[in-house]
């Protein structure tokens, strides 16, 4: 039976007002970053009387972004690629095989996600400054340090999540892998990690988006020379001036890296976890 029109009305009214909702700070960014400094700073109006693209060249000479631009892609690429590794022979170890404290571990890991990460901030700068003091390793004010901080906040939900991704792949792929002569590492690559490729790809955007967008230890843990996007942008606020259209700009080149990634991986984040792999 077909719903009423009333319904259908409804639904449209809805999903357009939600949609309106949606894009209009989409709207207000783009346009604010095709403005003048002065026009941004003036009277609001919806509709631009004149614009420019100089803000998308000056973001680049106000504040050093292709520099922030490479320490985080660096940064975010090296603790999501860490991240995913370990996270993947982890999980498999938990999910294929039985060992003393394999419960214990499961709950510390989960457990985890339960504490604000403020909570890890002092201890891990004592750590890596008294690290820094003992052995001469910077961890303090480096990418390195940087990245094991941000491993510490995904590794833990990247286990726990691919641990239930790999118990829903049936254990008869395993044991056919086997036969073929296939050891564990074999059974892992060539039938266990294909089949759970839309978990191991959401751990890894999650992943990412958590080094890329961090605030707080970024702006902590680093110098001049190891800032990351998330912390540089606001270089474009001064003492005398803040340049609104400069940083509307740099907000959506900023943007681009996970919205790219968005579009290339989501018809692996919507696939079934095992569709076609016991046909």
């Known amino acids: ?62 504040v050093p972004l292709a520099r922030y631009f490479a320490n985080s892609l660096i940064v975010a690429g090296a ?19 039985t060992f003393r404290g394999k419960r ?31 052995t001469g390793i910077a961890l303090f004010g ?34 056919a892998a086997k036969v073929d002569g296939c050891g564990p590492f074999g059974a892992l690559f060539r039938v266990i990690v294909p089949a759970a490729t839309p978990g191991i790809v959401a ?11 961090e605030v707080l230890f970024a702006s902590v843990m680093t110098n001049d020379t190891t800032r990351t996007l998330a912390v540089g942008l606001q270089g474009y606020s001064t003492q005398n001036d803040v340049y609104w259209n400069q940083i509307m700009a740099a907000s959506l080149v900023v943007s681009l890296p996970v919205v790219a990634g968005f579009l290339l991986l989501q018809r692996y984040l919507v696939t079934g976890l095992t569709a076609g792999a016991v046909k």
């Open 203 to 213: 751990v890894a955007v999650y992943a990412f988006m958590t080094a890329w967008g």
């Open 79 to 97: 603790a999501t690629v860490c991240s995913v590794v370990i996270a993947v022979f982890a999980a498999y170890a938990v999910s294929r095989y």
């Open 1 to 62: 039976m077909a719903p009423p029109q009333s319904f259908l009305w409804s639904r449209r009214i809805f999903l357009t007002l939600l949609t309106v909702f949606v894009l209009l700070p989409v709207f207000v960014m783009v346009t604010s970053s095709l403005k003048p400094l002065e026009d941004v700073t003036g009277k609001f109006q919806w509709i631009p009387s004149g614009l420019t693209v100089r803000p998308y060249f000056d973001i680049w000479d106000t």
């Open 104 to 134: 214990v571990f499961t709950v510390t890991v989960l457990s985890t996600q339960m504490f604000p990460g403020i909570l890890f901030l002092l201890p891990l700068f004592l750590i890596y400054v008294n690290i820094g003091n003992a």
């Open 142 to 175: 480096s990418r390195g340090g940087l990245i094991l901080t941000y491993l510490t906040f995904s590794l833990p939900f990247s286990i726990w999540m691919l641990i239930g991704y790999f118990d829903s792949v049936p254990r008869d792929l395993d044991e």
